[in-house]
T-cell receptor, first 109, second 117 residues
Framework: GQNIDQPTEMTATEGAIVQINCTYQ??????LFWYQQHAGEAPTFLSY??LDGLEEKGRFSSFLSRSKGYSYLLLKELQMKDSASYLC??????????WGAGTKLIIKP | DAGVIQSPRHEVTEMGQEVTLRCKPI?????LFWYRQTMMRGLELLIY????????DSGMPEDRFSAKMPNASFSTLKIQPSEPRDSAVYFC???????????????FGAGSRLTVL
C-alpha cells in the first residue's frame, strides 16, 4: 500500500529552527510537496521537490532523498505565525497526490 | 485572480437533508478536486475532474455522494441524504494539467464546513 509518515505534533521556540520529517512509500514518484495549513484555513503550497537535494525559499527549505524515501521541511528563525499544520504529499506514478496526516507545529515564545 | 471560490462557507443541516456544495475553480485550470478533511481521517480525495470529465471517483464514500462539473467554471458536490458522519470540511482545489511535468500546484478554496445534526 501507499503510506506517508510524519510526526503528529512538534513544539519549538520562537526564533529557533525546526525540522519536520516525512517518509514515504508510494507506487512510483513524481514529486513531493509541502503545504502549510493554519487552523480553520485551507492548505497553501510551500515547496516542491522532484530531484534529490535542498530547495531553499527564504526561511523555509525542503530536502529530498528519493533513494531513502525521505524528505524534511526546515523552518528557520521561527515566528509565532509559523504555528500551523504542515502536510507532506507525494505524487505517485499515476500523478495522484498521496497525503500525510500532517504535523501540527506549536511555536512557544 | 480571486482564487478558488467555494460556497457556502458554513452549513448546518439536519440528518436526511440534501446538501449542495459549490465550487468555482481558477480560470484556466483544467483539473478540479473535491477533498474532505476531518481530524480522524485527515485530507481525503473524494473525486477529481480533468477537462470537466470525472476521472477518479473511487474516494466517494457511497451512493449518497455525487459530483458534477457541467462546465469549466463550476462544480457541485451533493450529499443526499446527509448523515452526521458526513460532518467535515469539504475543500475544492484546482490545478493545471495533472499529468504533465512540473509542480502543478493545487490551489485550495477556503472550504465549506458542514455540520449534520
Amino acid at each position: 500500500g501507499q503510506n506517508i509518515d510524519q510526526p503528529t505534533e512538534m513544539t519549538a521556540t520562537e526564533g529557533a529552527i525546526v525540522q519536520i520529517n516525512c517518509t514515504y512509500q508510494t507506487s512510483g514518484f513524481n514529486g513531493l510537496f509541502w503545504y502549510q495549513q493554519h487552523a480553520g484555513e485551507a492548505p497553501t503550497f510551500l515547496s516542491y521537490n522532484v530531484l534529490d537535494g535542498l530547495e531553499e525559499k527564504g526561511r523555509f527549505s525542503s530536502f529530498l532523498s528519493r533513494s531513502k524515501g525521505y524528505s524534511y521541511l526546515l523552518l528557520k528563525e521561527l515566528q509565532m505565525k509559523d504555528s500551523a499544520s504542515y502536510l507532506c504529499a507525494v505524487r505517485d506514478s499515476n500523478y495522484q497526490l498521496i497525503w500525510g496526516a500532517g504535523t501540527k507545529l506549536i511555536i512557544k515564545p | 485572480d480571486a482564487g478558488v471560490i467555494q460556497s457556502p462557507r458554513h452549513e448546518v443541516t439536519e440528518m436526511g437533508q440534501e446538501v449542495t456544495l459549490r465550487c468555482k475553480p481558477i480560470s484556466g485550470h483544467n483539473s478540479l478536486f473535491w477533498y474532505r478533511q476531518t481530524m480522524m481521517r485527515g485530507l481525503e480525495l473524494l473525486i477529481y475532474f480533468n477537462n470537466n470529465v470525472p476521472i477518479d471517483d473511487s474516494g466517494m464514500p457511497e451512493d449518497r455522494f455525487s459530483a458534477k462539473m457541467p462546465n469549466a467554471s463550476f462544480s457541485t458536490l451533493k450529499i443526499q441524504p446527509s448523515e452526521p458522519r458526513d460532518s467535515a470540511v469539504y475543500f475544492c482545489a484546482s490545478s493545471s494539467e495533472i499529468s504533465s511535468s512540473g509542480a502543478n500546484v493545487l490551489t485550495f478554496g477556503a472550504g465549506s464546513r458542514l455540520t449534520v445534526l
